[in-house]
């Protein structure tokens, strides 16, 4: 079992004999300290964690897989990967998943391609590497038919948000071999629309992004019934994408013509957007046509993408936890996989959640800035 293989650095890799030795025990004992293993005594365990620290030794994932019959390896198919979201949550789950002494092989899903055969083929790659789990990305709802209908040896967590297909099979999923996180969409829109409804805002323009994005369709719903709620009166633009060009000119459109507010009762008095991107497309287009922001018509976005607080007016959005949407997803992986030792309840370095129909959901928290209002006058 000594794993005597050379580093990357030209000496010898430090053997779990070597470690044994040290500490003055078996080197079963010492497979078992890696592992996790309860079977332990805290003195001894402490002995061979000292000795793994002072000759900095790094266990190889396929001597341990021997012993323990696990890769210690995720498997992470992940789609979306041209946008701020998808890549954020990319690096939080191969973070945490590194905090626990996993590794991550990732396989970018093409949404070009077809789905169900490409993802037939991930999988079969992933079986090959003897993976111990699966966490599956899935922002659209092409990519979560196409993972839900592939029958996998190992636990899957899907990443996705509560759209009906993923409530539908969060639902009648077993837990003990599907589990399915996100984070809390309706949520975030919920608190774009209390802040522009106590900023006396009435008449919304919302930028509804791709429907075929789960994040998308929910943020719009969430949009649609709260300003229904609170008495607003919306219009809808279906960009169809998520770029901040078709976001531009849709705004333009909207405003072409209008000098804001006079005259104009039935003109949008906030532009309510459905990501980052579009939300600076709609400054753009409000500041060629000369209407102030946020003095006539306040602006938001979703996402908080890097840059959000550098542009002039600097940008109100909604602020998604992707680090915590990857050590819920990690949680959620190491429950499946050691359900006597990780339970899936609360964790305390986690947010608060809600569950939506089997889903559990990370509430994010809007961040105020001044294409709403003056922030000053919030301080």
Known sequence: MADHSASGTGRRRVSITQVARQAGVSYQTVSRVINHSPNVSPT????????????????????????????????????????YGPISTIGALEARARDHGLAVSVAVYNERRDGRPQFDSIISAFSAQGVDALVCLTPTTRLLCAALAVRSQQPAVFLTSASQPARQAAVSADPARRRFVG????????????????????????????????DASVRLEALEAGAIRRGMRYRVIDTGSWQSKAAEKAVASAFAGRTMPEGQAD?????????????????????????????????????????????????????????????????????????????????????????????????????????????????
């Open 44 to 83: 001894t365990r402490a002995r061979v964690e000292e000795a793994i620290a002072a000759l900095d030794y790094h266990p190889l994932n396929f001597a341990r897989a021997l012993v323990t019959s696990r890769s210690r390896t995720i498997g992470f198919v992940a789609g979306g990967v041209s946008y």
């Open 183 to 214: 984070i809390d969409q309706a949520e975030g829109e919920g608190q774009i629309l209390d802040l522009l409804a106590g900023l006396g805002r009435k008449r919304l323009l919302l930028l509804a992004g791709p429907q075929e994005w789960a």
């Open 267 to 379: 003109a949008p008095d906030a532009v309510v957007a459905a990501n980052d991107l579009q939300a600076l497309g709609a400054l753009r287009a409000l500041a060629r046509l000369g209407i102030q922001v946020p003095q006539e018509v306040s602006v938001t976005g979703f996402d908080d993408m890097p840059g959000a607080d550098a542009v002039m007016p600097s940008l109100t959005t909604v602020r998604p936890d992707f680090q915590a949407l990857g050590g819920l997803a990690m949680s959620q992986v190491l429950a499946m996989l050691s359900p006597g030792e990780a339970t899936g309840g609360p964790d305390p370095e986690l947010p608060a959640t809600r569950t939506v129909d089997g889903i559990r959901l990370i509430r994010p928290r809007i961040v105020v800035r001044e294409s709403t209002c003056v922030v000053d006058s919030l301080r």
